[in-house]
C-alpha cells in the first residue's frame, strides 16, 4: 500500500507552534514556571508529605497572575476564560495532584462563588480564593447521588425568624462526598443543597458554608473525614462532610440564579426548577474543559516516554545478527502509533473547545451555550477514556521499567483513572450528548398524536433520502471505485464519519420515538445504540478539528507530517469501527481489509518520525526525567 | 430476540462445585486458611510495613503443607503438579504481593532447582526451600534483556584450576533486573548465566549463587540495590544483582541438562544449545500456569464488588419515581456481564490447563510437551489481558467509590497490571502460540526449492478446499438461514470459532512462506496477523473449554444457566471481532446485527442471575469487604 509522501525531516519546534496555537506565550510562561525544581513530582512520599508538598506548589502558583486568569477584572481578575483554562490543562504534564488542587480551589470553588454568586460575595470572596488567603470546597456530589445530582438529599432550610439557613444532611447519603480541600485545608465550602423556603423545595441551590475555623478545627455541627488512601492523586485531601443543622446567613446563599428575600419569598429570574439547575450546572463547564485538557496533557507525556523508551530499547536479534529497536516492530507501532494520532487530534478537537468557551458571548443564544457543553461533555469523555487506554498502553509498552514507580509512567496511570468517572462520569456524559443531538426530534417526543407521529415518519424518510443522496452517495460513489488512495482523502473521511453520524443518530431516533408507552424500557434497550451515537459525534468532532488545525498549519513540512497522522486517526478510527461500515454497506470487505493494510503503511510511513511527533509536544524535560530512558 | 429458558432461580453452591472441580476439597481447605484474620490485606501500609506483613504471611503458608506440593516425595514433597499449582492460584483472592512472593520461592526458585538440579542439590535444598529456611531468588531477567533470555549478558566461566564457576555482570545492561526476594530476604539465587568452559559459551545455564551472608549482608562481589516503590505489589522486595567475579563451586550448576566436568568438558544430553534452553524453560511453565491462574482470581474477586455494587447502587429515577438500580441499565450490563461470562470461559480453560499438566506422563513425547507450553503461554496472555481491561471496567463501573483504596479495587488494579508484560510478556507469548501452530507449515519454510514452493500451493489450495468443505459449509448453511436461534446454537458458535482459526493461520503461513528473500520484513510486515492467529486459537481453545464444561455439569439448572452464559461468551466474542467474520464472508450484515442483538437480549436473560453467578467464585468474604457495599 502506497502511502502519499512523508517529508524527511521535520522540526519539531514547528509542531509546538502548531499544537501550541492562540495561547502560546502563556503555555511557555506556564512550562517555565513547571521545569522548576519546586514542580518536579516526587516517587514515594506518604500521603501527608504529598499533601503539604502539594499546598506548597499551590502557594507558589498563586505567586504568578495565573490565578486571576479566570476572574472578573472588577475584582483584581483578568478576564481571560480560555488562558486559565489551558493554565490548569498545562498543569496535567506535571503532578496531577496539583492540576486538581488547583481545579478545585480556582475553578471549581472559585467559579462558583464567581458564577453563582453576586456582587457582595465577588466583593468579599475573590481575591482571598485567588491569593490563597482564604482555602475552599466545592460540595456538591453526595454519597447517595454522584451522577444524578439534581437530586441530593442535603437541605438548606430558610428560617425567617433568624434570617438564617439551615444547612443538613437527612441521611447517611447525603454525607457529601469525595470532596477536594475538604480533609485538610479547605475553610469554606460552597455546598449545593435542596433550597426550601415556606415549607416548599426550590431545587438545588449553592451555599456558602464555613467548615474549619482560624485553629483549623471543624466548625460546630459539621463532620469531616477523610476518604483515606486513594488509587492515585493522593496530594489532593478529599473528604467526607456532613452538616447537622448548621445555620448561615441569608447571604450565604449564591443568588444569582434564584434569591429569598427576608420574609422568605423565592425569587428566580428562571421559572422552571430543573432548567434553573441546569442553567446553573451549565456556567460551571471550565472544570470540565480544563479535566479534559489536563487528561489530554498526561498522555502526551506517557506516549513521550513510552516512544522515547521504544525509540531505543532492543530485543530479538534479526537473522543478521543486529538486534532489533523495539518501535521497528509493526506490533510496537500499533499499540504507540494510532494512539499517538488521537492524542493529536484531540489535542485541536480541546484547543477549538477552549477558544469557543473564551469567545461566546455572555448573551449568546440559550442553544450556543447548550452545544458548547454538550462539546464539552463529549470530549471530557473522549479525553480522558483516551487517557486510560494510551497510559495503559504506554506501562505496557515499557514492560517491567514501566511498573516502577521511577520511570513515572505508574504514577501517571494511577492519578489519571478517575477522570473517567469524575466531573462527570463518561458513560452519562456520553448520554447527555446523544440527549442534546436528539432535541432536534424533540417536538415530535412531545407530541405523539398518530398525526405528528406520520409527519415525524415522513420526515424521516425524507432525511433518510436527503442523505443518501449527499454524504452516502458521496461515500458510495469513492467505495465502488478500487482506488485505494481514495483512502487517504480526507474529504472521503470526513464524509464517512459525517454519514456514520446522521445514520446512527436518525436510527436512535426512531427506536426513542417508540418511547411513550414504556419510557424506560424503550430508552434501556436502546441505551448502547444510544451511546454510540454520542461516540460517533465526538469521534467527526475531533476529525474535523483535526483536517483543520492541518490546513491552518503554515509550515508546509509540518503540514505534510500532520497530514498523515490525520489519515491515521481516520483511518484507525474506521478500522476500529469497521464492523458498523460493514454491516451498513458504507465500505466492502475489500476496501475494509484495506483500511487495515493502510493503517499498518502509515504505522511504517511515520515510525521515522515518532520522536520528533512527540518531541513537538514539548512536554518539560523534568516530567520525562526516567532512568529507563538513560540505557 | 428469544433467549433459550433460563431458569428461575440456581444455587450458588452448585456452580461453586463446578468451577472448583478436580480440587475442589484443596480449595476449600485454601479458602479457609485465607479466610483467617492473618491473610487479610491491609490498605495503606508502606512498603517497608508491607513487605514484612507479606514474609508473615509467607511463613504461615509454610506451616501447611501446601509448599510440599508442588515437591518430590523422596525430599519430603506431595508430588501433586496440579494441586500445587491450584495453591498459588487460589492467592490471587487475597493480597496478589503474597502469591507472586509464593510463587517466586516455591514456584520459580524451588521450581528450579527441582526441575534443572539433580539429586545432590534436591537432597541439599528442597526441604529447606519448603519450610522457609532458605529464602531464594529466581535471578533471570537482567536489565537489558527481558523477553529475550536467551541473549543474556551474564557469564559463568568455569575456571578448571579451581574447579570453580565465576560469575559475572560484564556490562550494565547484565545487571539482574525486577528480582523478586532480591532487595530484602533472598539468601541463595538461581542465577542464568552464558556458561562458558575451554573458552566457548555454551549457552543460558542455571547457577546457585549465594547472595546475603548469615547476617542478612551482600556477600562480596554481588551487589544489591531496590527497585524501590512499584506501581504495585509492594509486598515483594523486587531488586537488583550484579555480580562481580563471584566464585561458586562446580556444583553450583543445576546440572540435569548440562554438566561441567571438572577438567572443564562440557556435556549434555541435548545437542542444540537452542534447544537445550527451550528444554529448560518449559520445564518451568508452572510458574506461567499459576500466574494465568491468580489473574483469574483476581478478576473474579473485582466482578464480584462491582456486581455486588451494581446490585445495589441505585442512580437516576424512572418517570415512575423510583431510583433505578445500575445494573438494570443496558450499558453497565454491556460493562459486566460479557466479562463475567469470559471469566467463567477462562476458568474453565485454566482447569483444563492444570489438569494437563498435572496429568502429563514424564516421558511424554516433546511435541505434546510443546502443545502444553503453547497452551499455557496462550492462556496466560488471554488471562491477564483480561484481568486488566475487567478490573479497570470493574474500577469505572464502582464511580468514585472504586477509586478509594478502602473499597479494593485500586489495589487490585495496581497489583494486577504488571501481570501482562512479566512470566512472559502477553505480545511476545502470542506470537509464540502462533509459531507453535505454524511448525505444521515447518517442513517448507525451511525448504524453499521451486518444487518445495509448488507443493506448499498445492496443500495449501487442498487445505482450502478441505476447509470450506466442513467447518465454512456448515457455517455458511446455518448463516443463510434467517432463523436466529442458530446463534444459540453450541456447534455453530464452535465453528465458527474453528473455522476462523483455521482461514488465520492458512493466510499467515502464506504470507510467511514468502520470508526466505527478507525474513525480518516479512515476519514484520505480518505481524498483526500472527498476533492474530495466537489469538483467535486461544478464543478457541477457550470456547470449546467452556462448552464442555456445561455438557459436564451434574446440576441441570447450574447447567442451563451455565449454558446461556457460555453463549454470552462466544457471540460477545464473535460480536468484538465480527469486522472479521463480515470481511470474510462469514456471517452476513443482518447476522452480525443480529449478533449484537443476542448480546443484549442475553444481558437481560442473565442480569437476574448476577449476583448468584459472583457467589458461585466463592471468593472468601473478607476480601470483599468494601465499605462501599455497606450502602
Redesign the interface.
Known sequence: MDVPAVPEKVDPDALTAVLDGRWARLKRDVRAQMSTEKFRDT??L??EAHRVQVLDQLRKLAETDRPALGFDAAYGGLSDVGGSVMSFEMLGYGDLSLMVKAGVQWGLFGGAVQLLGTSSHHEKYLRRIMNLDLLGCFAM?EHG????VQ?LHTTATYDPSAHEFVVHSPD??ATK??IGNAARDGQLAVVFAQLITGGESRGVHAFLVPIRDDSGAAVSGVTIAD??????LNGVDNGRLTFDQVRVPREALLNRFGDVAEDGTYTSPIESDGRRFFTMLGTLIRGRVSVGGSAGCATQRALTLAIRYGDQRR??????GD??VIL????HQ?KLLPALAKTYALHFAQEELVAALHDIAPDAPEEEQRELESRAAGLKAANTWHA?ATI?TA??AC??S?????NL??GL??DT??F???EG???VLLQLVAKGLLTQYKEHFEDLSPLATARFVAEQLVDTVKERSVALRFVERLTESDDASVLFDREWQQRLFEDREEHVLSGVANRLRRAASD??GVF??A??HV?LAGRVHVDRLILDAFARAVDACPDPDAAALLSRLCDLYALSTIEAD??WF????RIS?SR??AV?AAV?ALCGALRPHARTLVDGFAVPEQFLAAPMLN?
Open positions: 516517587i514515594g506518604d500521603v456530589t447521588h454522584g451522577s444524578d437530586h447517611p447519603g462526598e469525595y476518604c483515606g488512601v486513594k488509587a492515585g530485543q530479538f536479534q534479526r537473522p543478521e538486534e532489533v521497528d516492530y509493526l506490533g500499533r486510560t495503559q506501562r505496557e514492560g517491567g514501566g511498573y516502577l514507580a521511577e509512567l505508574a496511570k494511577a483513572d478517575v473517567t468517572t469524575f462520569d463518561n458513560t419510557p424506560f434501556n434497550s441505551q448502547d451511546l469497521r464492523a460493514l454491516e451498513h454497506g470487505a475494509s481489509k487495515t499498518n540505557g
